[in-house]
């Protein structure tokens, strides 16, 4: 699990623009701030790239390249009785599986967090709710949110897990991370819900 700690342990992307124009970190054109992103598998980084090179590999799942995709599904069937019957002690947490197998981590003031994951729960769960078991390997996570009584499923890709990551880490304040950090979340999951159809 190491390496998968390493990973998503590693900084997230910058989320201040500290300059217009970016540069693909494979062949060297700018790029826009809104850009694609790569997973280099061996050294657990994701690289910023133009459109061209993201292509190269959105056919790979096996590469030491793999292209993040950009779809962001939801599942709204989970219930919340559900959700808690995984036992995951916080209310927001995300899935990634890579090459030793599915962890759960949450996001925190010091970065992605892994926490204990019930895997026979997990694998009962995702019986009945097949986008559990849908997330690409190393580019796609599971993202599930409990908030004011209701639980929100998605399945994103992982650089959204990152971005998430960057916000906590960036606002959190004190205990309860204060109304700054609580508007940027909020402000995250309403884009991931709008991208999702949800
Ligand atoms: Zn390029
Ligand atoms: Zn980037």
């Known amino acids: 699990m190491t390496s998968l700690r ?7 992307p910058s989320p201040s623009p500290k300059q217009a ?14 850009h694609n992103h790569v997973v280099d598998i061996d050294h657990r980084a994701l690289l910023c790239v133009c459109r061209p090179c993201f292509l190269l590999f ?7 390249f793999r ?22 002690p916080v209310g927001t947490a995300f899935f990634l599986r890579g090459e030793t ?5 949450y996001p925190s003031p010091a970065g992605a967090t892994e926490c204990l994951l019930d895997l026979a729960a ?20 599971i ?14 890709p992982i650089d959204a897990c990152y971005q998430l990551v960057g916000t906590v880490r960036l606002y959190w304040k004190g205990f309860d991370g204060g109304t700054e950090a609580l508007s940027a979340i909020e402000a995250f999951f309403a884009d991931v819900r709008s991208k999702a159809g949800a």
């Not at 197998?101 to 981590?105: D, P, V």
């Open 6 to 12: 390493k990973f998503v342990g590693a900084p997230p």
């Open 21 to 34: 124009l970016e540069r693909c970190e494979m062949c060297g054109v700018d790029v826009a701030s809104s």
């Open 58 to 64: 959105t056919r790979s799942d096996t590469g030491k």
């Open 67 to 88: 292209a993040v995709p950009e779809r962001y599904l939801s599942d709204p069937s989970l219930t919340l009785g559900e959700w808690q019957g995984l036992g995951i």
């Open 101 to 105: 197998g599915l962890a759960a981590f």
């Open 122 to 141: 997990w694998t009962d769960l995702a019986s009945s709710h097949p986008l559990l078991a849908s997330a690409r390997p190393e580019v796609e996570a």
């Open 143 to 156: 993202l599930i949110r409990e908030v004011s009584g209701t639980v929100e499923c998605y399945l994103v």
